[in-house]
């Protein structure tokens, strides 16, 4: 095998499982990310002595390529088993949930699986990619913060939001193009409320039927949180659509009003997120795409399912398909 230099764009879960499998078959990888830290939608929020997961809540395991990995993080302590009360609450009356899901969560947070990635790869944060340039048959980049930046790649993977996506690969592949016009991602707004003594809930998540929220959970239930009570509440992705024009100061209000009728408490602090891309509306079977004959990827979530088990996979089959393929 002949070692490639191979750039990707996004290091969320996908684009540091695209990484680890291509570095560890020898190619010279280079993640870029528009954030501070790595991990994308699986992210955590500071305030004070609270904090919550305010993206990805926690995640499950079915595929066995994906337990083995989910397994590698639970042996590293990255992750542990998150044996929450999750209930189902519909007009007010609480139900417990059938079945015996077994749900991880990262520790101490949620970013904590894309941190231990990380540490093995070169990941450029803080560089928003906003342009991607063919020069004498490699890729290189640009980014808002320096411009073109000095790094030229044989192969160049997307692995950001098909919307995000098509902005940098449009100009040079219709096929690309197509597949992330083919993708509608859905809005979700979040509300992180924090408390100075516990709430008297009998639950430490719930999903919530017929209301605007359709999540909420005590984030300090989870392993190795802070113990301040800190609760994340999501809207359901469809009053996200319907107000997704609103400002966050318009919003605020609204989210701290419902959720203190929800649950009967007064909010002491709180703050909001307006996650944009927050999930894929129709799950798919694809994975990843590539289109060789200008040699560029698309990886993500959006390729196959918004799970972080679903980014994962499409992550680690971007990487396998380069390595197997003689085409590229
Ligand atoms: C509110 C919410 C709740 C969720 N709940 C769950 C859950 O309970 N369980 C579950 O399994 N999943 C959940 N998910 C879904 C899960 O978080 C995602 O499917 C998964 O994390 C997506 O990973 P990704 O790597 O495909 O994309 P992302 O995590 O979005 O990573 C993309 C990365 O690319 C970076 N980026 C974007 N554009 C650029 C650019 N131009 N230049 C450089 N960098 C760029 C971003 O900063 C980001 O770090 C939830 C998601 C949200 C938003």
Not at 2 to 7: A, D, F, M, Q, S
Not at 90 to 98: K, N, R
Not at 239 to 264: C, M, R, Y
Request: net charge negative; proline share 4%.
């Amino acid at each position: 095998m002949i070692p490639k230099r191979i750039g990707i764009i996004g290091a969320g879960i996908a684009g540091l499982a695209c990484a680890t499998e291509l570095s560890k078959a020898g190619h010279h990888v280079t993640l870029f990310d528009k954030s501070r830290g790595v991990g994308g939608r699986m992210s955590h929020r500071h305030y004070e002595k609270w904090g919550a997961d305010h993206g990805a809540q926690y995640f499950t395991a079915k595929n066995p390529r994906f337990i083995e990995e989910a397994q590698r993080w639970l042996n590293a302590g990255v992750i542990e088993p998150w044996d929450a009360k999750i209930v189902s609450l519909t007009d007010g009356v609480i139900s417990p949930l059938e079945g015996n899901t077994e749900r991880y969560v990262g520790v101490p947070a949620m970013t904590a699986p894309a941190k231990f990635l990380a540490q093995e790869l070169d990941v450029k944060v803080s560089t928003n990619i906003i342009e991607i340039r063919q020069i004498n048959d490699l890729w290189r980049v640009v980014s808002k913060e320096e411009g073109l930046l000095h790094f030229s790649f044989d192969f160049l993977i997307s692995a950001i939001p098909s919307v995000q996506a098509s902005g940098l690969v449009a100009g040079y592949s219709n096929e690309l193009k197509e597949v992330c016009s083919r993708v509608k991602m859905l809005p979700c707004w979040t509300l992180m409320a924090y408390f100075k003594n516990p709430l008297p809930l009998d639950f430490d998540g719930a999903f919530v039927n017929h209301h605007l929220f359709s999540w909420i959970a005590r984030d300090n239930a989870k392993p190795g949180r802070s113990v301040y009570e800190s609760w994340v509440a999501q809207a359901s992705n469809q009053w996200s659509h319907e107000n997704l024009a609103f400002t966050q100061f318009e919003i605020e209000p609204i989210l701290v009003k419902v959720f203190e009728d929800l649950t009967g408490q007064v909010c002491d602090l709180y703050q909001t997120h307006l996650w944009r891309y927050s999930k894929l509306e129709t799950p798919s079977e694809q994975n990843c795409v590539s289109d060789f004959s200008v040699r560029l990827g698309l990886c993500g979530d959006w390729l196959r399912n918004s799970t972080v088990e679903g980014a994962w996979l499409s992550g680690y089959f971007m990487g396998r398909s380069l390595i197997e393929t003689k085409e590229a």
